[in-house]
């Protein structure tokens, strides 16, 4: 049990809608990460917060946003859904931003854009 | 571009066969190189971080090493509930982010 929980736990969208993913972090982490997985490879990068400001981002469009809150949890926006963002996402909390700490994923949301 | 490379991409061994899972990587300054575990359809689970060539960590059956280029997980004597897709992920200064590599699914069979 890694203490970060993510909801909802599976979702379909269609194509065209926007959909709001949630992540609640590990009690005392200050950075939220979310990354991108399809089916048989890697997670990907999207973009990182650290108290509340956007700290980093890969190579995602403008239509992946992001918010963090004060209590840490945090949100992943995608708009303009498309057929391959049909993935599974996951958030990473941390103590830090640097590479010093273990970041502790949650179980992700699987979404299947139709 | 940090890059992060797993072989092989599958792996099957028999109950108690040790063997060796291999993470190349290229990323500019390694601040990190991190092994989870991920369960199908599960968040990866944390098993080490290894921040410097030489540097050894162990837990269980598991033994992870670091070179300048290189990681490896060892598995000794494996067990069916070792089977998982190991992924390992390298944190650079410059990128400030975790590349992971594609993972390699492991079957242990009784």
Known sequence: ETGVTQSPTHLIKTRGQQVTLRCSSQSGHNTVSWYQQALGQGPQFIFQYYREEENGRGNFPPRFSGLQFPNYSSELNVNALELDDSALYLCASSSSTGGNTEAFFGQGTRLTVV | E?????????????????????????????????????????????????????????????????TKKESFLHITAPKPEDSATYLCAAFSGSARQLTFGSGTQLTVLP
């Open chain 2, 2 to 66: 940090d890059q992060v490379t797993q072989s092989p991409e599958a792996l099957r061994l028999q109950e108690g066969e040790s063997s060796s899972l291999n993470c190349s990587y290229t990323v500019s300054g390694l601040r990190g190189l991190f092994w989870y575990r991920q369960d199908p359809g599960k968040g990866p689970e944390f098993l080490f971080t290894l921040y410097s060539a030489g540097e050894e960590k162990e837990k269980e059956r598991l033994k992870a090493t670091l």
